[in-house]
């Protein structure tokens, strides 16, 4: 699924959180004649590039002005209107040298910064934002700031320090701290707030809770998918169900109850002390289930036979293993890394969470260095015409236990793969799947 993103931080160009006071509101009095002419006629510019390029000159011609910091103030200001992420970021620098605990430099640099994690998922980059906002959230009220100003601006400000923080926990993979974040944030907000503003980190705290490993809650993250599904734009509602349906399918066993469920969360932000989700069986249960109701074991999903042969006993796994060995297949999903020898590839949606490789498939004759550049890190794989497709033949699997990150599964080794490119895809035949266990 693409990453959605419902109101977006940069969204906020709108705000403005501190308006510099001008020089003869404030008891500062510049006593050179020519420095006060050349702040005057920089100040009195219409045109906010233009003033802001005057702002800038007059700094570098008196870089010790008693006016600096507000001067700091008005340019950082122009710049975050003018959406001009790079003077934003070297002007709100200039200004916490001035005043290391200018809340207007803070919020202003982790927004942007925020941003830059984001994209790249660089851990430094998302390191600096995370210090930088803990740093925000310990401001103290300044004197001469007034209760009700003060209220607004952390009501802003507040939680988008905790959601900068959650991110970095998440490119960390340290799952419970963002799950902590994004909760602190969400009850920051009114409830028309986590409709709007909310809802995109609402979307984050739901996969934070859905990733695999000791910190899995699927009842918590079923609750935040319906809450995000319920108010999302229409043209998202189709990228988010198919979660939605998958982890409740996975904690409860199937889909009744759901549209309950989505009521519910349509009413509270939170959900509400004593809520549940009735648990389904245990998995290997499901699996004999499935296996002793499925006339045709072959007909199975891709998905659900190497959700038997990860988590169902021996027995189950070993019935199903001896229908698949030396059979051809298809393997639809997410290539997680490639050589000119093997492509490995994230099929379930836990593999694909935690982008791990759960079908390894070995070629049968090596990529072409153009092929090979095609099959990135990111490529999806599916199963009809006119995509590309990737086919290979069982050969082996082995149980991968769960670990803190990663919730248990299976490797399944392919022999004797094959990269058919999409112009020579024909349709594939229809595919009926069958209802998997959860």
């Not at 699997?397 to 080794?413: C, G, H, L, M, N």
């Amino acid at each position: 699924m693409k990453k959605l993103v419902f109101a977006s931080l940069m969204a906020l160009s709108s705000m403005s959180l501190v308006v510099a006071p001008k020089l003869h509101s404030q008891d500062i009095t510049i006593k050179d004649p020519a420095e006060y002419n050349a702040y005057q006629m920089a100040n009195s510019q219409q045109d906010p590039k233009q003033k802001a390029a005057a702002l800038d000159s007059f700094l570098k011609q008196y870089p010790q002005s008693v006016v600096k910091q507000p001067v700091l103030e008005e340019l950082l200001e122009l710049y975050w209107k003018q959406q001009d992420n790079e003077h934003i970021l070297s002007t709100a620098n200039s200004l916490l040298q001035v005043e290391p605990n200018s809340p207007q430099a803070i919020l202003y640099s982790v927004i942007v910064k925020k941003g830059q994690c984001a994209q790249s998922s660089d851990q430094a980059t998302c390191d600096d934002v995370a210090a930088l906002a803990q740093k925000g959230l310990a401001l103290q009220k300044p004197a001469a700031t007034a209760a009700d100003q003060w209220e607004k601006l952390t009501h802003a400000a507040f939680p988008i320090f905790h959601s900068a923080i959650a991110a970095d926990d998440t490119v960390k993979k340290e799952y419970k701290d963002a799950q902590d974040q994004y909760t602190q944030e969400l009850h920051m907000y009114s409830d028309d707030e986590s409709k709007s503003t909310g809802l995109n980190d609402t979307l984050l705290l739901a996969q934070a809770y859905a990733q695999p490993g000791s910190t899995q809650d699927l009842k918590q993250a079923c609750w935040f998918f319906a809450r995000v599904w319920d108010f999302a734009p229409a043209q998202y509602k189709a990228q988010i169900e198919p979660k939605l349906e998958y982890y409740y399918k996975k904690f409860h066993g199937g889909l009744d109850g759901l549209d309950q469920l989505k009521q519910q969360a349509q009413a509270s932000k939170v959900p509400p002390p004593g809520w549940t989700i009735a648990p389904a069986k245990s998995p290997q249960e499901q699996i004999h289930d499935l296996i002793n109701t499925t006339p045709d074991l072959n007909t199975l999903a891709l998905a659900d036979k190497e959700t038997i042969l990860a988590m169902g006993s021996k027995a189950d796994a070993d019935k199903l293993w001896a229908l698949l060995q030396e059979k051809e297949t298809q393997v639809p999903g997410i290539v997680i890394a490639a050589t000119a020898d093997q492509i490995q590839v994230a099929v379930t949606q836990d593999a694909k969470d935690a982008k791990v490789a759960d079908f390894i498939v070995n070629l049968k004759k090596p990529l072409t260095a153009a092929e090979l550049k095609t099959i990135q890190p990111g490529f999806e794989f599916k199963l009809a015409a006119p995509d590309a497709m990737l086919v290979g033949t069982y050969d082996s699997y082995r149980q991968v236990p769960a670990t803190d990150k990663t919730s248990q599964s299976a490797e399944i080794a392919l022999k004797d793969g094959e990269y058919v490119p999409a112009e020579k895809h024909k349709p594939a035949a229809a595919h009926h799947p069958v209802r998997r266990p959860r």
